[in-house]
């Protein structure tokens, strides 16, 4: 489910495409999606928008959703 970056360092396969789409995210974007494997996802999903439980956003996220025609948080 990765590609080799450097010799320690990997990407979700998907995510460096020109439309990004990680491979484990699960479902339509804009209805319902979620992460196919939370409970072992890598380290750099566990730090994205690690304040959204508590409403506050980052420009990553609103990067993200931006690319697939929503509306940031």
Known sequence: MTVP?????????GTDEALPRCVALAGEIGTRVGCSIYA????PCRDFA????????????????????????
Request: with cysteine; aromatic share 2%; charged share 30%.
């Open 40 to 43: 072992g996802r890598p380290s």
């Open 5 to 13: 970056v450097t010799g320690e360092l990997v990407r979700m396969r």
């Open 50 to 73: 690690p304040y959204a439980a508590l409403g506050i956003c980052e420009d990553a996220c609103d990067r993200a959703r931006r690319r697939h025609g929503l509306p940031p948080l």
